[in-house]
Antibody, heavy 123, light 106 residues
Framework: QVQLQESGPGLVKPSETLSLTCTVS????????WSWIRQPPGKGLEWIGY???????NYNPSLKSRVTISVDTSKNQFSLKLSSVTAADTAVYFC?????????????????WGQGTLVTVSS | SYELTQPPSVSVSPGQTASITCSGD??????ACWYQQKPGQSPVLVIF???RRPSGIPERFSGSNSGNTATLTISGTQAMDEADYYC?????????FGGGTRLTVL
């Protein structure tokens, strides 16, 4: 059974960089896509971006200028950096495994999720 | 940018059938999936590729997708099905989520 666990600071100051790591256990990070998704308190889900185990990435255009996702296959981990944060970036951040197959009709869904971690942006 | 629209809330009596819709331009030409999220928990995939159920998801959950609307149907709704439900699709190289529907079982 694949399990994902987010880790990182729960409090970040405005204008600084939010950094989170997701550790994957119970399976290899290889041959899959791995995503970050966030949920502001009381609101809906927002996809941040994904990384393939080889290192190729795809980001939400609305966040692209501030987001970097990286992967460390030796540690079975992938990470998120979000720069220049504001209070609007306060959210529960989830990591998830993304099943993605491009084709005539692209297959895309998230089958395993971490428990989520609340990150608050405040001075 | 592509948008998926869901009703904010749906109510259903125990044992009855609940239907939650998700609307988007030509959504039927894409694959839709659905997630269930209970308070304080992470989302759980309940339907993928329009109508397929992951292992462990009860048969009372079913899905369809045609035209501009995908529908999640819960037959014989139980109290434990009370949750927020989100649809999701892929468009123009991005993941799109619907705004979510709160299902109340009363």
């Amino acid at each position: 059974q694949v399990q994902l666990q987010e880790s990182g600071p729960g409090l970040v100051k405005p204008s600084e960089t939010l950094s989170l790591t997701c550790t994957v256990s119970g399976g290899s990070i290889r041959n899959y896509y791995w995503s970050w998704i966030r949920q502001p308190p009381g609101k809906g889900l927002e996809w941040i971006g994904y990384i393939y185990y080889s290192g190729s990435t795809n980001y939400n255009p609305s966040l692209k200028s501030r987001v970097t996702i990286s992967v460390d296959t030796s540690k079975n981990q992938f990470s998120l950096k979000l720069s220049s944060v504001t209070a609007a970036d306060t959210a529960v951040y989830f990591c998830a495994r993304e099943i993605f197959r491009a084709g005539g009709t692209t297959v895309d869904y998230f089958d395993y999720w971490g428990q989520g971690t609340l990150v608050t942006v405040s001075s | 940018s592509y948008e998926l629209t869901q009703p904010p809330s749906v109510s259903v009596s125990p044992g009855q059938t609940a239907s939650i819709t998700c609307s988007g331009d030509k959504l039927g030409n894409k694959y839709a999936c659905w997630y269930q999220q209970k308070p304080g928990q992470s989302p759980v995939l309940v339907i993928f590729q329009d109508s397929r159920r992951p292992s462990g998801i009860p048969e009372r959950f079913s899905g369809s997708n045609s035209g501009n609307t995908a529908t999640l149907t819960i037959s014989g709704t139980q109290a434990m099905d009370e949750a927020d439900y989100y649809c999701q699709a892929w468009d123009s190289s991005t993941v799109v989520f619907g705004g979510g529907t709160r299902l109340t079982v009363l």
